[in-house]
């Protein structure tokens, strides 16, 4: 079981980013695709999740309004749009999975995770 992700870089704060997540290893349509975020000597946090399909999502208030989740059950993916982007943004982004449908922030709850994608936001 893999998850892949893709899409971070460097940005102009108010520049929008566009993260991907490829899963493989095995279908995760009924599992809750989730992103989370660690930033320089800081804890991992949640970012958002999306439930399986017609599931809902949920955001941290961070990001409310300028984050959007969105995943395609049949091709294994999971999308972050992230708008408005804001130094504090920074951080390296990982992809994470877990069973079944759940509305935790925590980390714990995850079983599956990516390697991280750097996301790096400028003044």
């Known amino acids: 079981v893999q998850l892949v992700e893709s899409g971070g870089g460097l940005v102009q704060a108010g520049g929008s980013l566009r993260l991907s997540c490829a899963a493989s290893?095995?279908?995760?349509?009924?599992?809750?695709m989730a992103w989370f975020r660690q930033a320089p000597g800081k804890e991992r946090e949640f970012v958002a999740a999306?439930?399986?399909?017609?599931?809902?999502?949920n955001y941290a208030d961070s990001v409310k309004g300028r984050f959007t989740i969105s995943r395609d059950s049949a091709k294994n993916t999971v999308s972050l749009q992230m708008n408005s982007l804001k130094p504090e943004d920074t951080a390296v982004y990982y992809c994470?999975?877990?069973?079944?449908?759940?509305?935790?922030?925590?980390?714990?709850?995850?079983?599956?995770w990516g390697q991280g994608t750097q996301v790096t936001v400028s003044t």
């Open positions: 994470a999975a877990a069973f079944g449908p759940t509305w935790s922030v925590q980390q714990g709850s995850y079983y599956y």
């Open positions: 290893g095995r279908s995760f349509r009924t599992y809750t």
């Open positions: 999306a439930q399986w399909s017609g599931g809902g999502t």
